[in-house]
């Protein structure tokens, strides 16, 4: 469990170079948007940027553990043939997100169609809250923009469908939004420094690098892992 955890922090953490140009404009804007007594005040103000991602993070895990309940119930159906596959799986897509944010695979983030018509539902719902004038508000409003269509947060999900189980998945995906926290939280006082960063070619591709090496190592070394598991619990 604890390798789909890190390997979802990480990943979160390094989408920051995403995450800047997408949910850390639409988190400017949202802030922006709050009435100045909250804005000027500073623990408010965290009080309402903590609402948005929470509920944020709550839409992410909530998925996770749709995904990781299928996975856990093709593990049923398939048994080790079909642990293999889903690994294989988790590895495609962790390299495809490497390559996404080191700027090599662009159309990788064609996966956000899956989507389009779920968000098509929400994204009026989402309307009607605004403006928000409560941390209430902010957090319904964040669960709504937690399935916003977005390559790298749609190919998560469909990486825990590896995770093996519900729960897993569920942990899975917190631990993604909780990886982002940094990039969306700090819109508005560190967007442009983020910005600077995200532009620079070879920070991208030191991200994208680090992902495709862990998704090789995920291969490498956890399937030997599980394998081994048994052999161990026996004595």
């Avoid at 819109?187 to 090496?213: E, N």
Wanted: aromatic share 8%; with cysteine; net charge positive.
């Amino acid at each position: 469990m604890e390798f789909p955890l890190i390997a979802g922090f990480i990943v979160g953490l390094f989408n920051t170079l995403h995450c800047v140009g997408m949910c850390g404009g639409i988190m400017g804007a949202l802030t922006f948007s709050l009435p100045a007594e909250v804005r000027e005040r500073r623990p408010r103000l965290l009080t309402y940027l903590a609402a948005y991602n929470s509920g944020r993070i709550l839409s992410y895990a909530a998925a996770g553990a749709l995904l990781g309940g299928l996975g856990g119930s093709l593990l049923g159906i398939f048994g080790d043939r079909g642990h293999a596959l889903l690994q294989g799986l988790a590895a495609l897509l962790m390299t495809g997100i490497g390559l996404y944010i080191a700027g090599w695979f662009p159309k990788f983030a064609l996966v956000e169609r899956l989507g389009i018509p779920l968000w098509r539902r929400l994204e009026p719902l989402g309307r009607r809250m605004l403006p928000v004038r409560s941390p209430v508000q902010a957090l319904l409003y964040g669960t709504i923009w937690g399935w916003l269509p977005c390559g790298t947060v749609y190919s998560m999900l469909l990486w825990t469908v590896a995770a093996e189980g519900p729960v897993e998945g569920m942990l899975a995906m917190a631990a993604f939004g909780a990886g982002t926290l940094p990039a969306v939280m700090g819109a508005g006082m560190l967007t442009a420094w983020l910005g600077r960063i995200s532009r620079r070619p070879a920070i991208r591709r030191v991200a994208g690098m680090s992902l495709i090496a862990l998704a090789i190592g995920s291969v490498a070394l956890i399937e030997p892992l599980h394998q081994l598991g048994p052999s161990l619990s026996i004595h």
